[in-house]
T-cell receptor, first 108, second 117 residues
């Protein structure tokens, strides 16, 4: 069964802290997406990974295919990073399956 | 280079009316996907289309919902005889030609928030 779990569900941190959001999935995938959704807003695709690590500004995404696990890291977090972060693997049928998201709040 | 354009951003319909949601994919993209996000729930796949073809509609409710992507013009998600349970955010995404489901990247629209009163 194609399942994806994110942790934590909610995360509150102080500005400047290093943030880690985790995503585990149940079976083999071809790729995995990290998405960002601001309250009442649209969805932005942050990363698409099939192996290794990608970095964009203060955001870093890693994936371990053998362990079926991906992480999204935010360095030097800022209140504007407050959003819901969604992990979405492409399973065997290649459709995206979306995690329930991690609600991140960064306090100034 | 405009991204994925969805309109309207907000749509209010009375029960029993029809809702039409439009999506223009990013320039050069040939795959269009519709997703629904119910309040306090995650995104769920509805349908995947290419020009003049429905490729996968396994996520569409069996009744009242239809989608099209005509040769000319935007993709349309149509909901007939709306009910309160249809209130949700509907997102469109597009991806480049070739391997589907965003393997070469996804671009999402800003969504249409449908409220049924």
């Amino acid at each position: 069964k194609n399942e994806v779990e994110q942790s934590p569900q909610n995360l509150t941190a102080q500005e400047g802290e290093f943030i880690t959001i985790n995503c585990s999935y149940s079976v083999g995938i071809s790729a995995l997406h990290w998405l960002q959704q601001h309250p009442g807003g649209g969805i932005v695709s942050l990363f698409m990974l099939s192996s290794g690590k990608k970095k964009h500004g203060r955001l870093i995404a890693t994936i371990n295919i053998q362990e079926k696990h991906s992480s999204l890291h935010i360095t030097a977090s800022h209140p504007r990073d407050s959003a819901v972060y969604i992990c979405a693997p492409n399973f065997g049928n290649e459709k995206l399956t979306f995690g329930t998201g991690t609600r991140l709040t960064i306090i100034p | 280079n405009a991204g994925v354009m969805q309109n309207p951003r907000h749509l209010v319909r009375r029960r029993g009316q029809e809702a039409r949601l439009r999506c223009s994919p990013m320039k050069g993209h040939s795959h269009v996907y519709w997703y629904r996000q119910l309040p306090e729930e995650g995104l769920k796949f509805m349908v995947y289309l290419q020009k003049e073809n429905i490729i996968d509609e396994s996520g569409m409710p069996k009744e009242r919902f239809s989608a099209e992507f005509p040769k000319e013009g935007p993709s349309i998600l149509r909901i007939q005889q709306v009910v309160r349970g249809d209130s949700a955010a509907y997102f469109c995404a597009s991806s480049p030609p070739g391997r589907p489901y965003g393997f070469y990247g996804y671009t999402f629209g800003s969504g249409t928030r449908l409220t049924v009163v």
